[in-house]
């Protein structure tokens, strides 16, 4: 029975929620970050199962408790109570089991980092970069609504506004785990403002979200990175242009080259740099495990296929569509400003379905 399954998994959980706790505690394991950091991980990611697994098993009681009340007691008033008691619970039981069946399934390991995104405009010229600006805006204002922080890394301004490329940090809860459904070939339909006959022309920006790499996920070597520093460029009054406080990190064995410009100090550029390079080269490596999804799940929902289309954006019907779930919304200055919440949330929906159906334990 699924019942006997989840308190089964439960029960494990329990014991091993237990055991990290005593772990976490350890002078010995203190002393080793790499390990206390793991741990403490590993903690968080159970304690919410925990807390659930425990109302589940107040609610099975009070279920047992109210059956055994309906079969000895003769008052009808309290076989009355009984009765309602026991339609409550056999409605709230089975969505609290649905609830833990997707806990207890292994959430991808990156979900909780911060994320690195890149915006590219595509095919269409100068308006796909004022439409990849038009995007930044739209994560920009999200990010906001979520109480998110978000930096500017490098960026590259396109002719007519808007951006070539940019690249951006996000820093929060659950960071990546919320914006990796982004990743993909974004499409807008409008007339452009360079447009002088009023046509609606097609255009694309590509966007990549990556799990930012913590310190301990991957180690470098300073010996196989290159550092050059250069002036910076674009706005940013006196400094700009005289002072080589841009840095350029090329890492040899790789051949990955990352740069920032963001701010006037090189130091705090070099770190920035360190710390996109570490994401990059944990992503080569991350990539296999987003392929291996890929051929797992139809919806492609937070895949590594980033030249698929995933988001047609119509200006003259006012419509979004998404082309993984076949979702369409018809609310799109709206959604330009940062509402995307109900995307997000019907593709999660779409993802657990998958992710349940793949487990294939309950």
């Known amino acids: 029975m699924a019942e006997n399954n989840i308190l089964s998994k439960l029960d494990g959980l329990v014991e091993k929620f237990h055991s990290i706790a005593e772990q976490i505690s350890d002078p010995e394991v203190i002393a080793d970050m790499k390990r206390y950091v793991q741990l403490n991980k590993e903690y968080k990611e159970i304690e919410p199962i925990i807390v659930v697994g425990t109302k589940y098993r107040k609610l099975l009681s009070d279920y047992e408790g109210a059956k055994e009340i309906l079969q000895e007691e003769k008052d009808e008033d309290l076989r009355e109570m009984a009765k309602e008691e026991i339609a409550?619970?056999?409605?709230?039981?089975?969505?609290?089991?649905?609830?833990?069946?997707?806990?207890?399934?292994p959430a991808d390991p990156q979900d909780s980092k911060n994320a690195i995104i890149e915006i590219r405009g595509g095919t269409g010229g100068d308006e796909a970069a004022i439409f990849a600006g038009d995007l930044f805006r739209m994560y920009a204002k999200y990010c906001e609504r979520k109480n998110w922080k978000i930096e500017i890394t490098s960026q590259s301004e396109g002719t007519s506004g808007g951006f070539k490329e940019l690249i951006c940090k996000v820093t929060g809860d659950n960071v990546y785990g919320t914006l990796k459904y982004e990743s993909g070939v974004h499409r807008v339909q409008r007339v452009?403002?360079?447009?002088?006959?009023?046509?609606?022309?097609?255009?694309?920006?590509?966007?990549?979200?990556?799990?930012?790499?913590?310190?301990?996920?991957i180690e470098l070597n300073m010996n196989d990175i290159r550092k050059d520093t250069f002036c910076s460029s674009g706005p940013g009054g006196q400094s700009v242009n005289t002072t080589y406080s841009a840095i350029r990190l090329t890492h040899i064995?790789?051949?990955?080259?990352?740069?920032?410009?963001?701010?006037?100090?090189?130091?705090?550029?070099?770190?920035?740099?360190?710390?996109?390079?570490?994401?990059?080269?944990?992503?080569?490596?991350?990539?296999?495990?987003?392929?291996?999804?890929?051929?797992?799940?139809?919806?492609?929902?937070?895949?590594?296929?980033?030249?698929?289309?995933?988001?047609?954006?119509?200006?003259?019907?006012?419509?979004?569509?998404?082309?993984?779930?076949?979702?369409?919304?018809?609310?799109?200055?709206?959604?330009?400003?940062?509402?995307?919440?109900?995307?997000?949330?019907?593709?999660?929906?779409?993802?657990?379905?998958?992710?349940?159906?793949?487990?294939?334990?309950?």
């Open 192 to 217: 452009p403002q360079t447009e002088t006959q009023g046509r609606v022309h097609t255009s694309a920006a590509s966007v990549a979200v990556l799990p930012e790499a913590d310190e301990f996920d």
């Open 88 to 105: 409550r619970l056999e409605e709230q039981l089975p969505e609290m089991e649905e609830q833990i069946k997707l806990l207890l399934i």
């Open 253 to 362: 064995p790789s051949g990955l080259v990352v740069q920032c410009q963001d701010e006037k100090s090189q130091l705090k550029n070099f770190d920035k740099a360190l710390a996109e390079l570490r994401t990059r080269l944990y992503n080569l490596e991350y990539e296999k495990y987003l392929n291996e999804i890929a051929a797992k799940r139809k919806t492609m929902v937070s895949t590594g296929d980033r030249s698929a289309k995933i988001r047609t954006y119509n200006y003259p019907q006012s419509r979004v569509t998404d082309h993984r779930i076949n979702y369409t919304m018809y609310n799109l200055p709206v959604f330009m400003d940062g509402a995307i919440q109900e995307v997000i949330d019907q593709l999660q929906i779409a993802e657990n379905a998958e992710r349940l159906k793949a487990s294939g334990e309950f």
